[in-house]
């Protein structure tokens, strides 16, 4: 049987990938891994899924003459660097080493492709958010006319934290804020899972809070990618409370930015925005209470006006109805003298009458008492107990009452007996009764 060594076989493959292969290819590929060695080369490895399934992958080089070349006109254009996630239009050669086996040299990446690759994406993740009814939800919350308590999520080194807290805190009005920081990374790869927790944390704390603020400084576009995440655009989207976007670049609109309450460029355009509420709420209190005091003013105005001639008609009717009342009471002080006058007289008449009248009924009554006294008299004189004595009579009582109102006598009781000289005392020994 015939055979060939590994070797041959290996140098065979070159030979024959070399003779039926193109000098180059544009390959659509997603960057699974990425890592740059000290002598400048990159070293990648090119993937594609199907329904999130990998069905085949690739070594690639990028050699340190291309790399830095391809580096920076690729991030020129798309403002961020190769990363792993990115799909990547790149135009590799194919080599076959009898050592290293099959691997693609990247010699050009084109920067468009994934600027465009990229589009699609964001312009996917907003549609499914608008789809699912979350793109303005955040936007539904009526923002509080005076936003004075405000839950910031920041790096508390950035540099955006530190002009907002001062533009806010210092503002010439001298309105007061009361602003707490939650503090979160905000770029690179651990941006998006640190914001959620910081909004989670505000949940948690119950705080009354007017509105929430997400601020970072200025950077590279690539520092932004974290704001275009489906999962943190949910959590903005959902959030219970207001949320300001201040995320710091005029000319980038990240995803945050739109599902967002309101989008402002930069930190201190969110302290101004802040700072306008409140201006503007105190000018409308301000014209209102000018509209109060003017209308108070026209009211007083108007009310005065009415007591003035209200005064003027009741003094003019007063001094009417006084003469009037004046000529009354002279018309009746003529009538009543001359009636006092036939009053008096005829009132004299009937005292005399009455008076005439009350001596006879009084003489009268005096001779009628008088007789009535002496028929008294004369019946006292008849019963005059001494007159009775005199006659032979005696009078007995049984224990201080008249013997004939008392009980029946007991033995043993006291009879007292008058006789016309003498008061006899005896005791009770025996009763019988008279039948």
Not at 161 to 173: E, I, K, R, S, V
Not at 289 to 306: D, H, I, R
Not at 352 to 359: A, N, Q, V
Request: proline share 3%; aromatic share 6%; with cysteine.
């Amino acid at each position: 049987m015939s055979h060939i060594s590994l070797l041959d076989l290996s140098k065979l493959i070159r030979r024959t990938l070399e003779r039926q292969l193109e000098q180059n290819y544009w390959v659509v590929a997603e960057i699974g891994e990425l890592r740059q060695h000290q002598r400048g080369h990159c070293y990648l490895e090119l993937i594609e899924k199907q329904n999130d399934i990998l069905v085949t992958k690739q070594r690639a080089t990028i050699w340190s003459s291309s790399y830095r070349t391809i580096k920076h006109n690729f991030e020129e254009v798309t403002g961020q660097s190769l990363a792993p996630g990115l799909k990547v239009l790149c135009q590799v050669q194919v080599q076959y080493h009898e050592l290293y086996g099959l691997s693609l040299n990247i010699q050009e990446i084109d920067p468009n492709y994934t600027m465009g690759e990229r589009a699609r994406m964001r312009a996917e993740i907003i549609q499914r958010l608008i789809g699912e009814g979350l793109y303005d939800m955040n936007r539904r919350h009526e923002l509080s006319q005076v936003p004075q308590r405000i839950a910031v999520i920041s790096s508390p080194t950035a540099a955006g934290w530190g002009d907002f807290l001062h533009q806010l805190l210092m503002n010439p009005y001298r309105f007061r804020f009361e602003v707490d920081l939650y503090k979160a990374t905000m770029q690179g790869d651990s941006a998006r899972e640190s914001i959620c927790s910081a909004l989670e944390q505000i949940t948690q704390a119950a705080k009354p809070y007017d509105a929430v603020v997400i601020i970072r400084g200025g950077g590279a576009r690539i520092d932004l990618d974290c704001f275009d995440h489906y999962e943190l655009a949910i959590s903005i989207a959902k959030f219970p409370l207001p949320i300001l976007t201040g995320i710091g670049h005029d000319r980038d609109e990240t995803i945050a930015d739109l599902v967002a309450h309101t989008r402002l460029k930069t930190p201190t355009a969110v302290a101004e925005f802040l700072i306008n509420n409140l201006r503007s709420y105190e000018a409308q209190l301000d014209e209102l209470s000018n509209t109060v005091f003017a209308y108070a003013g026209n009211y007083l105005n108007q009310q005065q006006q009415w007591v003035n001639q209200l005064q003027s008609k009741l003094q003019t009717g007063a001094r009417s109805l006084l003469g009037s009342q004046q000529k009354q009471l002279q018309q009746m002080a003529g009538s009543i003298g001359a009636n006092t006058r036939h009053r008096i007289r005829f009132g004299r008449e009937q005292l005399k009458s009455m008076e005439r009248i009350l001596y006879s009924s009084v003489d009268k009554a005096m001779c009628s008492e008088s007789a009535t006294l002496d028929q008294l008299e004369i019946t006292l004189r008849l019963q005059d107990p001494q007159r009775l004595l005199k006659r032979g009579y005696t009078i007995s009582y049984l224990e201080g009452i008249p013997l004939h109102k008392a009980n029946a006598p007991k033995p043993g009781q006291l009879l007292i007996t008058h006789t016309q000289n003498n008061i006899i005392t005896s005791k009770v020994e025996d009763t019988t009764p008279n039948t």
